[in-house]
């Protein structure tokens, strides 16, 4: 199997469980799960006011105002994040998966020639785990809990309206190139991974 030369990108709406197929492709192919969250959350605890990333200055102060009052990071100050990620992961010689990235068409447009230029064009999966907004405002609210005060109807719509306006413009393009494969999202999990499975298998033995 070409466990190098795969590198699967995962799309959908909140709540979609596209984490949780992320995880267990990458159990299954041995590939790197890059999760920007975290990417961003350790660059932000550094202890610097700036940070030089592919040949550019970003302003940290910046970013962790952005994410302390509840707005996206900037998209080229995540790009180059998730670029040095993938470069890294590549000169290991292992696949990768992303699972919360590109979230937007500038993101895309940074990522995916790096993408394509270490993995090659034919190498590269997208998919769109599809749930409904209803589905999502279903899921969100039942595993409402104290410490997960984000789940709440109103922060429900602000990140859906987040993601009709910044990533769904990204499912848009990909289908227009017939590069994305959607996945019916409102199934438990293992019907979902055996479905996304049932698209990889034929093409990556």
Known sequence: MKDFKIAIIILGRPGSGKDTQAELLAKKFGLVHIISSGIIKKVLALKKKTIRLDGQIYNLEKERYLIQNGFLNTFT????????EIRKIARQKRGLIMS???RSLVELEEELPLIQKLYGKDNIYFFHVKISPREVYV????????DLPLDTRKAIKKRLEVFTHDTWPVIKYLKKQKQITDINGEQPIAPIHRDILKFLLPKIK
């Open 77 to 84: 100050f995540v790009a180059a994040l998730i670029k040095n």
């Open 100 to 102: 919360a990235s590109p």
């Open 139 to 146: 899921r969100s609210l039942k595993r409402q809990r104290k």
